[in-house]
């Protein structure tokens, strides 16, 4: 199983590759001078690509690379079977044709690395038809570009199992084992996310804190099991019943805490909880121009009038601020 290539491990490998390709851009202007009509194609082509494909890398991450690298690829293919003269016309051909060699071999240690197994045969298949008129004498390529080929799918191997293991890692350093929802550290990364949002659409931005009641009792007299039990009811409580896109979090022992971008009616959720789950305060605070302490500190005080107040038998839809 491959990890998703939009992740942080593959952004940072696919960014790597265009930094690789703006090194190699001063290398076009001798290319451009001294090369036969072939080099020149192709480094136009190279530049082409890269001007054409650099600003959709955000967009079409892996794609954007594949072109740009199978455009390399094949050129450098075609030029090791042309006559010296379509190529660079200054040197002589034992000299440049190594380092087209080279080239090609990069270029598809840079395809399996990138694309995987299915893109190189695709692209040995390229290499054995360009070769096929004067295939013999141009073995030891063939060789090194299998070999290439092979290193390349070899280390795409290592990424994708760094990267499922950065993913792993990041979902349990963020989230609550007992309950599956967001940790605090979830909360504090959600949170700048979701104020910018709000922001950018002038949308509201609510939080909302949610307190079991009685949680340290259940414990104390039927076991922390029931305990357990008893958040991991709430947290599916929270999913089923609240907004779809609304963020949830379990942020302490018996405390749960909510971001609910756009919302107009905390009363309504509070009432729907309530209709399910009757043993929780809850206080809604407004945290569209507050930081997430102050929005916490907001919603907290809201959420001890309210548990006071359902003690004293009032206020049984609770508070939204």
């Known amino acids: 199983m491959e990890a998703d290539e939009t992740n942080t491990t593959w952004n940072h490998v696919f960014r790597v590759y265009w930094r690789v390709a703006f090194v190699l851009v001063p ?4 290319a451009l001078y001294f090369g036969g009509w072939a080099l020149r194609s192709s480094t136009a082509l190279f530049g082409g690509l890269l001007v054409i494909l650099y600003p959709l890398r955000h967009r079409f991450p892996k794609l954007t690379v594949l072109i740009h690298l199978f455009g390399a690829y094949i050129t450098a293919l075609i030029q090791l079977v042309l006559p010296g003269s379509a190529v660079i016309t200054v ?7 190594p380092a087209l060699a080279i080239f090609a071999t990069v270029g598809i ?22 070769f096929a008129s004067d295939f013999i004498s141009n073995v030891p390529i063939l060789i090194a570009i299998v070999l290439g080929a092979a290193a390349g799918t070899a280390v795409r191997s290592v990424i994708v199992e760094l990267a ?7 979902k349990h350093a963020l989230t609550d084992p007992l309950t599956g ?14 104020f910018n949002v709000a922001k950018r659409e002038s949308a ?33 409580v929270l999913r089923s019943v609240l907004r779809e896109g609304d963020a ?74």
């Open 164 to 170: 499922i293991s950065r993913d792993q890692l990041t």
């Open 109 to 130: 240690y840079s395809l399996g690395m990138y694309g995987g197994w299915r893109l190189v045969i695709a692209a040995l298949a390229v290499a054995v038809a360009v």
């Open 91 to 97: 040197l002589p051909s034992a000299t440049w044709r």
């Open 248 to 321: 949830l979090f379990r942020i302490g022992g018996d405390e749960f805490c909510g971001l609910h971008l756009g919302l107009q009616d905390g009363a309504s959720l509070i009432e729907r909880v309530h209709r399910v789950f009757s043993s929780v305060s809850v206080g809604f605070s407004d945290s569209t121009e507050l930081g997430l302490e102050e929005a916490l500190k907001q919603a907290d005080a809201i959420m001890y009038r309210h548990k006071r107040r359902r003690r004293d038998g009032q206020d049984p839809a609770g508070l939204v601020c």
């Open 204 to 236: 509201s931005l609510f939080i909302s804190l949610w307190d079991l009641d009685n949680l340290k009792q259940i414990n104390d007299q039927a076991g922390h099991s029931h305990g357990d039990a008893m958040l991991i009811d709430f947290a599916n």
């Open 181 to 194: 929802l967001g940790n605090r550290r979830a909360l504090e990364r959600e949170y700048s996310r979701y």
């Open 27 to 30: 290398t076009m202007l001798p």
